[in-house]
Nanobody, 125 residues
Framework: VRLEESGGGLVQDGGSLRLSCTAS????????IGWFRQAPGKVREFLAI????????YYGDSVKGRFTISRDDAKNTVNFSMNNLKPEDTAVYYC???????????????????WGQGTQVTVSS
């Protein structure tokens, strides 16, 4: 499977964007999908994950309450709605697949198997 992120761009402080992660084929129901970001000189940061069931979600503290992850398996897409964006949200945003083990989800990027090429999000002050 290949993943492709889209929807990034330039937005002002307090604005919104909606990112999409589209898979080249059906994402197995045994896989969770996560969103991460990476700013220059920083490690890849976990943002959110949606489990194989399409309902279980988990968010990182930096985006909780502002960002929402959702999954549309019929379209092989995971969406990531981002509201109240701040300059510190500026980064390249990536989606990745993680095999679900015993119903758990992981925030460790090393547990993810496939990544997209990333999409740039820039928030101006």
């Amino acid at each position: 499977v290949r993943l492709e992120e889209s929807g990034g761009g330039l937005v002002q402080d307090g604005g919104s964007l909606r990112l999409s992660c589209t898979a080249s084929e059906h994402i197995a129901s045994s896989h969770n999908i996560g969103w991460f970001r990476q700013a220059p000189g920083k490690v890849r940061e976990f943002l959110a994950i949606i489990a194989w069931d399409g309902f279980t979600t988990y968010y990182g503290d930096s985006v909780k309450g502002r960002f929402t992850i959702s999954r549309d398996d019929a379209k092989n897409t995971v969406n990531f709605s981002m509201n109240n964006l701040k300059p510190e949200d500026t980064a390249v945003y990536y989606c990745g697949t993680e095999p679900s083990r015993f119903g758990t989800v992981s925030t460790d990027p090393n547990e993810y198997e496939v990544w997209g090429q990333g999409t740039q999000v820039t928030v101006s002050s």
